[in-house]
């Protein structure tokens, strides 16, 4: 099974700062999907930006940018010029593939980087 | 708002006990996922049902079952309850299967459940 692994339970950066996320993921697969998520604390579960496997180029979504290394299987989040509302956890995800083209598919999530942002 | 939506929001009840989540899925969407976040473990899939038909299954215990309606939502449903399924209980949804676009997850606004 895929696993995805966040070793930052905790991060702070301050408002206007760059901070970076990390995510490690293990997988057999060419071909995939990788995920950040927000989570702030309203709870809702927001997409911040994806990731295509076999798209060389790193996926930018405003202040949030990624750093995809295929080989080292590794996915980070910059986030640019940080503003207190981008405290939240954070999860990394990975989109697993199914056997075939009927079979289903799920997201497994790291267990998640919490951001506090000071001011 | 990400079109999934998810009752009831809080739910308390006591160990032995059964409970039912509901989720309607974003207008269009025939998959839809259950995923349990306790503290120490982050997300948890438990289940994927596309079109009425489960198609895929995580760490899902034997006391939970879950199943989607000819009209596309879904309910979970939670027996013997035990302290440790306290949770918040997130539903998703999706448009398709695998392989199908780039498989990004809507997600409800979970619903809470504490066991007492």
């Known amino acids: 099974a895929q696993t995805v692994t966040q070793s930052q339970p905790e991060m702070s950066v301050q408002e206007a700062e760059t901070v970076t996320l990390s995510c490690t993921y293990d997988t057999s697969e060419s071909d995939y999907y990788l995920f950040w998520y927000k989570q702030p604390p309203s709870r809702q579960m927001i997409l911040v930006i994806r990731?295509?496997?076999?798209?060389?180029q790193n996926a930018t979504e405003n202040r949030f940018s990624v750093n995809f290394q295929k080989a080292a299987k590794s996915f980070s989040l910059k986030i640019s010029d940080s503003q207190l509302g981008d405290a939240a956890m954070y999860f990394c995800?990975?989109?697993?593939?199914?056997?075939?083209?009927?079979?289903?598919?799920?997201?497994?999530f790291g267990k998640g980087t919490s951001l506090l942002v000071t001011p | 708002d990400s079109g999934v939506t998810q009752t009831p929001k809080h739910l308390i009840t006591a160990t032995g006990q059964r409970v039912t989540l509901r989720c309607s899925p974003r207008?269009?969407?025939?998959?839809v996922y259950w995923y349990q976040q306790s503290l120490d473990q982050g997300l948890q899939f438990l289940i994927q049902?596309?079109?009425?038909?489960?198609?895929a299954k995580g760490n899902i215990l034997e006391r939970f079952s879950a199943q989607q309606f000819p009209d596309l939502h879904s309910e979970l449903n939670l027996s013997s309850l035990e302290l440790g399924d306290s949770a918040l209980y997130f539903c998703?949804?999706?448009?398709?299967?695998?392989?199908?676009?780039?498989?990004?997850?809507?997600f409800g606004e979970g619903s809470r459940l504490t066991v007492l």
């Open positions: 995800a990975y989109k697993t593939q199914g056997l075939s083209a009927n079979s289903g598919y799920a997201l497994n």
């Open positions: 998703a949804s999706s448009k398709g299967l695998a392989g199908v676009g780039t498989g990004e997850l809507f």
């Open positions: 990731q295509e496997a076999y798209k060389q």
């Open positions: 049902y596309y079109n009425g038909e489960e198609r």
């Open positions: 207008s269009g969407d025939l998959s």
